[in-house]
């Protein structure tokens, strides 16, 4: 079994060779645009033409029925599919583009694909995005990122250290019913929590995100805001959990330690099942765009 340092040489290699390690770049730039409060559609749109997939998922959610309702006239350039959808809205679309290039590798290992890990990542941001702006009324990108990040890990794991114990332990988490981080550390010595947060540290992420990334399933933290965030994505992956929304890394047992974040944020069981019901609504929808159809798969296991 390679080092700890060993595996992660190997994954910035890995992801310098496939030029991902520009994704950083544009997620600090969209960042930027939460902070600046004259931040508009003329600065998304410059964000998008660094991303191709950005821009052609913005201009296809513009001219869906579900954002275009009454309006006839087709869309064609950035800045008015952004104004047609509206600012908060189109940077979601942006973000989830630009993190998506994360979750690509196309195997199947039993419950585990990209595709199911991208829909939970999706769904946990969507929820996170959800309880800060309904009980903590803030609607900055951190949160939704925070979410979609939370298990990039597992990813990096699946496309740089397949062979390296990652196969072995997403297996061996199934078959024990066990927590994925515990067959990581025993089949690769690193966990994805681990690794997430050297390359989230790596890359320059905000210190509460890599917080998230590196502390999602034992709940500690570093910061009060980080704490909060740390506990509203367990408490969104207790939810995607229930909805049966993607790939979950943790057996049953494991649902009683997220539950306690939902006191930890002084929330309620009436409170999840509301967040619950809005947060189907809003996957519903994400559905009905293709979301979550782009990612083919192929069983191997």
């Not at 925070?146 to 061996?172: C, K, M, P, R, T």
């Amino acid at each position: 079994m390679s080092s700890w340092h060993d595996k992660l040489v190997k994954v910035m290699n890995g992801l310098e060779y496939q030029d991902l390690s520009t994704i950083p770049a544009i997620l600090g730039k969209i960042m930027e645009t939460s902070r600046d409060p004259n931040a508009g559609a003329h600065d998304l749109a410059r964000i998008c033409a660094m991303d191709k997939s950005s821009s052609a998922r913005i201009i296809r959610a513009a001219n869906s029925a579900f954002y275009s309702t009454r309006e006839t006239t087709k869309v064609s350039t950035i800045r008015d599919a952004i104004v047609r959808i509206g600012f908060d809205a189109s940077r979601e679309i942006v973000t989830s583009a630009v993190v998506c290039g994360l979750f690509k590798s196309n195997k199947v290992l039993n419950d585990y694909s990209s595709a199911e890990l991208w829909k939970h990542s999706m769904a946990v941001g969507v929820a996170n995005r959800l309880i800060y702006s309904v009980y903590f009324k803030r609607t900055r990108i951190e949160p939704y990122l925070a979410g979609l990040l939370h298990d990039f890990g597992i990813s990096i794991e699946h496309q740089f250290l397949y062979h390296d114990g990652f196969e072995d332990s997403v297996l061996e988490r199934e078959r024990n019913a066990s927590l994925l981080v515990d067959e990581e550390r025993a089949h690769m010595g690193i966990t994805h929590e681990e690794l997430g947060k050297a390359v989230a540290s790596e890359w320059n992420f905000p210190d509460h995100i890599i917080e998230v990334i590196g502390h999602h399933h034992t709940g500690s933290a570093n910061t009060s805001e980080a704490e909060c965030l740390v506990h509203a994505t367990r408490v969104a992956e207790l939810m995607c959990h229930a909805l049966g929304y993607g790939y979950s890394d943790f057996p049953e047992s494991h649902l009683d330690q997220l539950y306690g974040s939902v006191t930890k944020l002084g929330l309620d069981d009436s409170a999840v099942v509301l967040l619950a019901e809005q947060l189907k609504k809003e996957i519903d929808s994400l559905t009905h765009l293709g979301w979550f159809s782009s990612l083919k798969v192929r069983r191997i296991a």
